[in-house]
């Protein structure tokens, strides 16, 4: 989830507006309990350090300057509070039994509520055999990969520079791969390991994660994995946020003080009192599963019984943020005539959006490419823009074809890729075919793609997008500006003005040429032709915030 399409909300809130705060409160109150629920797995202490990281963050929301650092401004407190309440536990003692019985394990509460399999289950797990530093980095790793977090974000939250960072989270990977191992042994049957652990008492803890790794690196039994270790960073992607406990409560009235209490209470740290008005006085909001209920009491009121949400590529995609509005295929304007009498027009461009395809027989010629009219496209960076970082942006002109040639870059760094976004649109943008021999997911060696491979990690693509080629060919007639938004994944674009020559060329260069398969022709030649998934004709702060399929 991204802070620029919560700038107005966060305003909102600052000014005293209590729906404003309510959907502030909705809308990150999961990351944060994901955050504390990790890096202390389920300890008994993760709802008071939630509910302290809520009430420090609302206490002082009127001292935030820039909206647009929420995101991290939040984690940092989150991380504060963590590291706060280790120094304050100064003699760390095995919990008591009726503790341990009423503090949920949160890597249970994962696999649970998440329905993990395999090795998505066996990587939740792992975090129980983490010392409590490393899971403290992990619950920032874990939002990283899935693009959630920037690395200098995590950087700044676990209070380290970017260098430091990166050997920390390389060290963390063989420490999660180690504990991965422990967990896939414990569900083995090595007789061997069964008389090891006839003593153990079946709590994890940093003398029994060293001898069990000794014996899985002794045993060949337990050693022998019988399949491909998929890479964590590549499975901890696809596990979504955990949905908030039922019965959950977070009291926003200041730990319970009174109004006129909790009034004075902020009134003497500078915020806004007009805002503590509004969090005092009894109301009801329903919203999103939760209800904040009088004296600013935050309850999940989800039943018990509901089903858990789907595994999905991105950790926020139905737990922490707004739903982009959507263009479905049931939802697209009927082509068909109207049995009213006086039918309406219905304008066709941008009702047909890229929808996910699969790829055609490699042997398979392309369709014919309509020649759409040229008289040239003009870019701010002259023939060839060369893109690779966050936020580099070229701005296309005029009437014809563009290249788009994407590289993927998983031995930089895998995880989840953020699209790149069309913006600004005036005029029509249209995906008319996609070439360069291959999809970045063909196969480049037995078990590697271009997408990524065992030893380097795979880059994984948002829920429902597209996989893209190597050469992906678009018709503009007007202006767009076309952003990198890299964030997570490592990839890198270069755009070059085109031709239909060139692109026709392309799509029919073919396995008996040496490529991997032909091109694929999108374009029908008329107005019904596809959209790119992430364009619209707006001009937002951040371009990464576009609906994946918007209206254009």
Known sequence: MDTRQWRDTIAAAQAGDRQALDDLVAGWLPLVYNIVGRALNGHADVDDVVQETMLRAVDNLGSLRDPDSFRSWLVAIA???????????????????????????FAELTVLRLQLEGQRREVAEAVRWLD??????????????????????LAAAA?????????RVQRLKERVETARGIVRALDGACPDLRELTGRWNGRPDSVWRKRLARHIRGCGYCGDTREAVVPAERLLVGIALVPLPVGFTLSLAFGGKTAAAATAAATS??????AMAALTQPFVAVTAGATI?????????QPSDSPPPRVVTGPTAASTAR??????????????????????KVDLYGT??????????????????????????TSTSGAKAVMQHRGETVTLSGQGYVLVRWQIAPQDRPGGLTMPTWTGLKGRLFHVASGGGRRMDDATGPDTTGMGGPDTGYTVLPNGTQQMWQNEYFYLDGSVDLTVNERGASYGLTVFPSSWEAADRDVNYGPPQGAVRYGLVRDNGKDTAPVPQYVTRESPADPATVSQRSRV
């Open 269 to 274: 740290v500078g915020w806004s009192a007009k």
């Open 293 to 301: 209920v009088a004296g600013g009491a935050y309850v999940v009121t």
């Open 79 to 105: 991380m504060r509070q963590i590291r706060d309440r280790a120094r304050r536990r100064t003699a760390p003692a095995p919990l008591e039994e009726a503790t341990a019985s009423d503090a949920a394990d």
């Open 352 to 377: 047909v959006v890229d929808a996910v395809d699969r790829a055609p027989d490699p042997d398979a010629r392309p369709a014919a490419l309509p020649h759409r009219p040229e008289s040239g496209i």
């Open 159 to 167: 209070g380290i520079n970017r260098q430091h960072a990166a050997v």
């Open 132 to 153: 409590d530093e490393d899971r403290q980095l992990l619950s920032l790793w874990w939002l990283e990969v899935a693009g959630e977090l920037t690395r200098r974000e």
């Open 323 to 344: 739903p982009p509005v959507t263009i479905s295929p049931s939802a697209t304007p009927s082509l068909s005539p109207s049995p009213s009498p006086t039918p309406k």
